[in-house]
């Protein structure tokens, strides 16, 4: 079964760092660009930052630019997200997301975790 | 930034009826256009890609039309399990960007 399994959110305070994880399993994770995307509590959904294949690319919203880090391993099947200088606004359900590779659905996130809670909080 | 504006943001439409979805983006993205479905408690799934492209296994009820700036999502006979949230996004500017629009929630008229 394709899966990606998100963990590693819990309740940080105010300027705290934390990395989220995301596994995958079920298919060829080297093969897959990967995003990550974020859903603040009954809220819609906002995306934060994407990495290549190969790790030489990697891109950011503008609302966490300069600090979140996306990373992966690829030898391990893993998705990484560091966060740094938290604030309050941060606090969302954070979800990594898949993009397609199909030729017409490039860009699109095909496979979605369940998401890890990431609460921003004094 | 490409601003992907949806409407209605609620939609109350009965079992059986045809539900349309509307999704507005600032400047043409061509058709690279995705709608995802998110139930209560649940991630978003994909069901549309490429404007009007279904996802394998997406029920023919559900089909994406549009290009450019204007998009629609039609369910055409609701059932049960279509009542949630969805979403429109854009792709055009992968990977540099990906922006969604707000939602329409589709609810039990």
């Known amino acids: 079964e394709v899966q990606l399994v998100e963990s590693g959110g819990s309740l940080v305070q105010p300027g705290g760092s934390l990395r989220l994880s995301c596994e995958a399993s079920g298919f060829t994770f080297s093969s897959f660009e990967m995003t990550w995307v974020r859903q603040a509590p009954g809220k819609g959904l906002e995306w934060l930052s994407y990495i290549d294949t190969s790790l030489t690319a990697m891109y950011y919203a503008p609302s966490v630019e300069g600090r979140f880090t996306i990373s992966r391993d690829n030898a391990n099947n893993s998705l990484y997200l560091q966060m740094n200088g938290l604030r309050a606004e941060d606090t969302a359900l954070y979800y990594c997301?898949?993009?397609?590779?199909?030729?017409f659905g490039i860009g699109s996130l095909d496979i979605w975790g369940q998401g890890t809670m990431v609460t921003v909080s004094s | 930034e490409i601003v992907m504006t949806q409407s209605p943001a609620t939609l109350s439409v009965s079992p059986g009826e045809r539900a349309t979805l509307s999704c507005g983006a600032s400047q043409s993205v061509s058709n690279k256009l995705a709608w995802y479905q998110q139930k209560p408690g649940q991630a978003p799934r994909l069901l549309i890609y490429g404007a009007f492209s279904r996802v394998a296994g997406v029920p023919g009820r559900f089909s994406g039309s549009g290009s450019g700036t204007e998009f629609t999502l039609t369910i055409s006979s609701l059932q049960s399990e279509d009542f949630a949230v969805y979403y429109c996004?854009?792709?055009?500017?992968?990977?540099?960007?990906?922006?969604f629009g707000q939602g329409t929630k589709v609810e039990i008229k």
């Open positions: 997301a898949r993009v397609s590779n199909s030729y």
């Open positions: 996004q854009q792709y055009t500017n992968w990977p540099l960007s990906w922006t």
